[in-house]
């Protein structure tokens, strides 16, 4: 790690044209776009977009990033309900809503009913159900960033839950992309190597969203040991310069957040949900299915405690716990806050253990000033 002047750079950040190894993950395209302008890279990810609508988030990138290199971060699970079926993703869809048990739809409906939650009014659309949580639906979101990347700065794919399928990986090698996954796990990282992935996100459980068990303390070294010369950024309960420091300590090239972009002024998180999150303590998330299926932390609320209580029919698998709750997450998030509803007591968000550090909204320039100012000062106590 060198620190010459306002740039701290590794060998990862050089090659990407960091002026700073923070690598921010966030669904806001401004956010993005602002962390990038602040000399870090933004990641959009992109699992809530259609294609669509994620071509409208990545041309506002475009627009505001003042030529600043940017990523792209899409979910294609190693494993899902439904994975390897062909004939389309809306066939999948309709096979997987046809397997969401009646015991579920019920529990979600009383669920709903006992927090005053009303019904969608006629007409509205919920969710994009299936989402681009399988490689069907998220096969057209690379190819339209790889088409994009030939005339814009996108440097980096990543991807959650797995390494990318190996043709992928190829593509975005082709394109001048470097390719990354995230893994809680030592034995998972040694696969995405072989795979091609140039580098590993080594998420700790403390993470926001879908994480292992092993702390970010305990798994960093053991991944970037276990990966050699391969660059492992350190994800997990990073939300300070302290934070960012202790990540390169353990030998990441640089530091992934998530938790931290949630409150920030820029970010598209409703008002009341970010005041849950500033109000929010370290001891207030939980590792739970409750979202998705899958193991994720997130605030923990009546809607994580009703999925975990075992008296409860349990979460389904990926994808279809949240195309089961997909109707339900647009009324919480329709009518929280509201009179006559207790719907705010359902609102949550997959959020990690450093919530209980974000206690202000703020704008991302002050929180990137804020990291880079105390990155520099540890590094300056550290090395007199
Ligand atoms: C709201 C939220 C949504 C997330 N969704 C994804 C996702 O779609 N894909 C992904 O690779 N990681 C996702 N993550 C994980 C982040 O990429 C990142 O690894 C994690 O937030 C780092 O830990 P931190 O939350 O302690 O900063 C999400 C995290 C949060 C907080």
New binding site residues.
């Given amino acids: 790690m060198a620190a010459t002047g306002k740039r701290i750079s590794s060998p990862l950040a050089e090659e990407l044209g960091l002026e700073v190894p923070i690598f921010a993950?966030s669904?806001a395209p401004e956010v993005v776009a602002a962390v990038s302008r602040a000399g870090g890279m933004g990641?959009l990810?992109?699992?809530a977009y259609t294609v669509d609508q994620l071509r409208e988030g990545l041309d506002f990138i475009e627009a505001h990033v003042d030529g600043k290199p940017y990523g792209v971060?899409v979910?294609m699970p190693a494993k899902y309900e439904g994975a390897g079926q062909t004939g389309g993703a809306a066939q999948l869809g309709s096979m997987l809503e046809q397997m969401i048990p009646a015991r579920h739809k019920a529990f979600i409906e009383e669920l709903l009913t006992r927090h005053e939650v009303p019904p969608l009014p006629e007409g509205t659309d919920a969710w994009h159900h299936l989402l681009a949580w399988t490689e069907e639906t998220t096969r057209p979101q690379v190819d339209l960033v790889l088409e994009l990347a030939k005339t814009r700065p996108i440097k980096l794919l990543?991807?959650?839950?797995g390494p990318p399928p190996r043709d992928i990986v190829d593509r975005a090698h082709a394109a001048g992309l470097k390719v990354a996954a995230?893994t809680g796990r030592v034995e998972h990282a040694r696969k995405h190597v072989a795979n091609g992935v140039d580098v590993i996100?080594a998420?700790?459980t403390?993470?926001?969203?879908?994480?292992g068990e092993i702390s970010t303390m305990v798994l960093v070294p053991e991944i970037v040991d276990a990966v050699g010369k391969t660059p492992v950024l350190a994800?997990?309960?990073?939300?300070c310069g302290r934070q960012v420091a202790a990540a390169m300590a353990l030998g990441a090239q640089g530091a992934?957040?998530?938790?931290?972009w949630?409150t920030a002024e820029e970010s598209d998180v409703i008002p009341l949900l970010k005041d849950k999150l500033v109000r929010a303590g370290s001891r207030d998330t939980v590792r739970s299915r409750a979202l998705t299926g899958k193991p994720a932390?997130q605030l923990r609320t009546a809607w994580s405690d009703a999925w975990d209580d075992p008296k409860g029919p349990g979460p389904l698998a990926m994808p279809m716990q949240f195309m089961a709750t997909a109707d339900a997450t647009s009324r919480i998030f329709r009518y929280a806050g509201q009179p006559g509803t207790r719907a705010e007591e359902l609102l949550t968000?997959?959020?990690?253990?450093?919530v209980g550090r974000m206690d202000a909204v703020r704008p991302v320039a002050t929180i990137m000033d804020d990291l880079v100012r105390e990155l520099h000062e540890t590094i300056a106590r550290l090395n007199p």
């Fill in positions: 993950f669904k990641v990810g992109a699992v971060d979910v990543a991807n959650a839950l995230l996100v998420q700790g403390e993470a926001g969203g879908h994480c994800a997990g309960g990073i939300g992934w957040t998530g938790s931290i949630l932390r968000s997959p959020v990690g253990q450093i």
